[in-house]
């Protein structure tokens, strides 16, 4: 009886330093929350001279993104802003203020981020874990094989879950206005971008269910993509 306990102590430890190391092997390296750097409220390019520069950029440089651009894009995406009469606002006009959109920034060549897909936490300035790896790609082909999802170094996909518009609006209001307040958002993204120096395009053909699965939020709707990076020269 004690050789049988000798001999199964070793045998448990063991067992029990393996199971340790396949998890520690199969878990993410991303943080699961990632601070952003304070976006700026003022820049040096006017809004009028970011309209007339704005054009759809389809082929970028294999330059990185840094934490400071990505967290001034997602800001002008749907950063806060000034507390309203019903709470904080956001930078894109909402009908009712509602915000029902989601921000996600799918990450392949960010300086100090992982590879991987993250949810824009707008209150508090920070990326949410979602997904890990380089999904550029499976990205592309969910977009018809659009190269320039693949080839900036980043890429912001925007979803919605429509019960908050529909909740005030009806399944006629929250379909009009959900459009609406994406347009808004695509609008302030392209002239941020055109304000720092890089490039962005708005992507409407994708196959929505395969973009919202490659992302891991099998559960809301695709309602843009837009690739953000250096231009190529």
Known sequence: MKKTTVFMVPVMVLTAVLLIVFCMSNASDAAPRTELPEPKHKGDVSVEEAIYKRVSTRRYSREPLSLEEVSQILWAAGGITVDGVTGPTRAYASAGG????????????????????????????????????????????????????????????????????????????????????????????????????????????????????????????????????????
């Open 98 to 233: 509602r915000y029902p959109l989601e921000i996600y920034l799918v990450a392949g060549n960010v300086t100090g981020l992982s590879a991987g897909v993250y949810r824009y936490k707008w209150r508090e300035n920070t990326l949410e874990f979602v997904k890990k790896g380089d999904l550029r790609e499976e990205l592309s082909g969910a977009s018809y094989r659009q190269r320039m999802v693949a080839d900036a170094p980043a890429v912001i996909v925007v979803t919605t879950t429509t019960e908050r518009a529909r909740a005030r609006y009806g399944d006629i209001g929250a379909g009009m206005f959900l459009y609406m307040d994406a347009g808004h958002l695509g609008e302030n993204v392209h002239l941020q971008a055109e304000a720092m120096g890089l490039g962005t395009c708005m992507i409407g053909a994708y196959s929505a269910d395969d973009v919202v699965s490659v992302i891991g939020v099998p559960d809301e709707e695709t309602v843009y993509i837009m690739p953000i990076g250096k231009p190529a020269r």
